[in-house]
């Protein structure tokens, strides 16, 4: 079985800053573009940042020169530095990461969601 779990939410002021991580575990094989999502209330999700396993990374237009994605591939790991955070960031965000078990097919894989607040 494959999860990932992420962590690191919580409230900020406007102007300020989180990271958030997500560790996947599990019977894994190979991990490949693993991302980072959020849905603001009202909203549809939305991509924040992905990165692939070769570092190539792609941001959302909000978060460019804000957020910086970043990921460790001996520990199943990916990063979300947000920096100069606006109250429109606030959010859950989830991690994504598609991923091949040991046994089965590669598909997308989705973290339960940490909950970001951004508000003075």
């Known amino acids: 079985q494959v999860q990932l779990v992420e962590s690191g939410g919580g409230l900020v002021q406007p102007g300020g800053s989180l990271s958030l991580s997500c560790a996947a575990s599990?019977?894994?094989?190979?991990?490949?573009?693993m991302g980072w999502y959020r849905r603001a209330p009202g909203k549809q999700r939305e991509l924040v940042a992905t990165i692939t396993s070769g570092g190539s990374t792609n941001y959302a237009d909000s978060v460019k020169r804000r957020f910086t994605i970043s990921r460790d591939n001996a520990k199943n790991m990916v990063y979300l530095q947000m920096n100069s955070l606006k109250p429109e960031d606030t959010a859950v965000y989830y991690c994504?990461?598609?991923?091949?078990?040991?046994?089965?097919?590669?598909?997308?894989?989705w973290g339960q969601g940490t909950q970001v607040t951004v508000s003075a």
């Open positions: 994504n990461a598609d991923i091949a078990p040991i046994l089965g097919s590669t598909r997308p894989y």
């Open positions: 599990g019977n894994i094989f190979r991990v490949y573009t």
